[in-house]
C-alpha cells in the first residue's frame, strides 16, 4: 500500500510564500513522475506542476514564475515552493505520484489527502 503525507500547507496573506511537501511511503517500486493538483470551491481538480524521473517539469500557465517544484528522490518527496501568492491560488492542493507498486505491475497514480491552501488578508 502506497501513502502519501502532505504538510505546508495553511493561510498566507496576498503576495506571500508557502512550501509544500510530499512524502511518499510503503510498497513503491518505482516513481515515474511526482505532482501536484489543486482544487478550488466548486470547479475541478487541475494540475499546478508535475516532475518526470528525467527532471522535466511541467507547470500550469496560471502559476508560472511564481510556483516551483523540486524532488528528492533519496526521500520519495516532492515539494512545491510557491511564491508571490494569490487569492486565486486558495484551493485544496492534492500530491499526485505516479508510481508502480511492484517491478513487474502496471504504474498507477496515487494520490494525498489534501491539504489546504487559503491566501486572503
Do not use: H
Amino acid at each position: 500500500q502506497v501513502q502519501l503525507v502532505e504538510s505546508g500547507g495553511g493561510l498566507v496573506q496576498p503576495g506571500g510564500a508557502l512550501r509544500l511537501s510530499c512524502a511518499a511511503s510503503g510498497s513503491i517500486s518505482s516513481i515515474a513522475a511526482m505532482g501536484w493538483y489543486r482544487q478550488a470551491l466548486g470547479k475541478q481538480r487541475e494540475l499546478v506542476a508535475r516532475i518526470f524521473n528525467s527532471g522535466y517539469t511541467n507547470t500550469a500557465d496560471s502559476v508560472k514564475g511564481r510556483f516551483t517544484i523540486s524532488r528528492d528522490n533519496a526521500k520519495n518527496t516532492v515539494y512545491l515552493q510557491m511564491n508571490s501568492l494569490k487569492p486565486e491560488d486558495t484551493a485544496v492542493y492534492y500530491c499526485n505520484i505516479f508510481a508502480r507498486a511492484t517491478s513487474y505491475g502496471p504504474p498507477d497514480n496515487y494520490w494525498g489527502q489534501g491539504t489546504q491552501v487559503t491566501v486572503s488578508s
